[in-house]
């Protein structure tokens, strides 16, 4: 397995920058994680995002709907997507250090 | 994001389209197969559309697509289009130019004329061990293998009607497989291994329990390691939590193999469309001729071929002269995995006395 090391950090990643271990994620690796997904900075907007994705992923074990996403941040999908130009998958989920989606993607 | 271009769609369909088909397009009056390729339509002016038809394997390299532009390029204005069953298709306007270009693809020898009328067609197929991470058997091998053997069949109308074939890698049943004369489906036949130490940490477990349909996966703690159980008896290898968990993985170089289907069709023609059943519920695999299912297709499609009456397709078939009598016919062996034993199975039991011995 590939290995990152940002600021002095090592991570454990797969072949698309995915965290290996969800509870070695910290605000670290959300830092790293922008610069591959062309975001310059982190507002508070990308920190609300992130972080109820991590909220949701601890209590259910799996990444919200994106119906869910959108209705409980009261980020539209095309809100999501200004944020996260790679989608809530690719991008949000990855900065939030959860497990990769999976399935006919 | 700078100069990013997004959400143009594909370009307008007729953007494409030589001339004489923009010319007449709509006003199309009948058409006629003037042989195995080659098709002819005519308009109510009397203008004439000569097709033919070529092979494609469908799995190709851009130095085999610059072939097909140069004969595009040749003989028909710069224009081919590709079917739904992958075939090439090149169009010219009049029957010099039409022989010229037979000529032409005669001698390229990479594109068989021929997939028109009551014939074996292009076979649908997937991906394979070329690029999928889920499959059970190759796409593109079996194809090869049985095209090569029914090549017959492929340049010529000498069965009763045309007979869809296609393949699946596994279950997913991307393509045609449900819907088709007769289907190759790759399946497993042993329960997924599971890789307990980092199931936790790439899988979303709930997801993978929501896979099964059977319900025969459980969470469970191994070995302080949160995960999952399978119940072994219930697991019948679809395959599905490997798809959404990769801790889960099935492939099983001896477990794998060829399940083949038959008898279905997605046309409304004569009767109602119909899913294919199985027919035979495992063959191995074998790389990299795959004969044991090259032999039972070609064992079924003769039985069919002999036995079906004109128009009538496979499900058509084995629907008049009842499953009893194909499994007579074809030889093949009837066991306890064909009867249906998934939620709605009863109603693929026989309610009647009506039989034949």
Known sequence: MPTVTYKGKT???????????????DENFAHYVKDSEGISELTDEHWKVINYLQDYYKK????PMVRIMTKVTGF?????YELFPSGPGKGACKMAGLAKPTGCV | MADRITDIGPPKYDEMWPQYIKDNYGKWKYHEILEPGVLKHVTEDGFE????RCGGTRLMTTLHLEDICKIADQYCDGCFRFTTRNNIEFMVTDTEKLEALKKALDDNGNLPKGGTGACVTNIVHTQ????????????????????DDL????????LPAQVRISLACCLNMCGAVHCSDIAILGVHRKPPVIEHSHLDKICEIPTAIASCPTAAIKPAKVDDYKSV????ERCMFCGNCYTMCPSMPLADAEGDGIALWVGGKVSNSRTMPMFSKLAV??????PPRWDTTVKTIRTILEAYANGANRYERMGEWINRIGWERFFEVTELEFTEHHIDDYRLAVTTWRNSTQFKF
């Not at chain 1, 991570?11 to 994620?25: A, H, K, N, R, S």
């Not at chain 2, 394979?128 to 095209?147: F, L, N, Y």
């Open chain 1, 11 to 25: 991570y454990e990643v797969d072949e698309d920058g995915f965290l290996q271990d969800p509870e070695v994620w």
């Open chain 1, 76 to 80: 539209k999908l095309k809100k999501i």
């Open chain 2, 128 to 147: 394979g061990w070329v690029h999928c991470h889920t499959p059970a058997i190759d796409a593109s091998g079996p194809v090869k293998a049985v095209m």
């Open chain 1, 60 to 63: 259910n074990g799996i990444a």
């Open chain 2, 151 to 158: 090549f017959e069949y492929w340049n010529s109308h000498k």
């Open chain 2, 229 to 232: 159980q399978v119940n072994a």
């Open chain 2, 281 to 286: 519920p495992y063959i191995p695999n074998e």
């Open chain 2, 49 to 52: 559309l000569f097709t033919v």
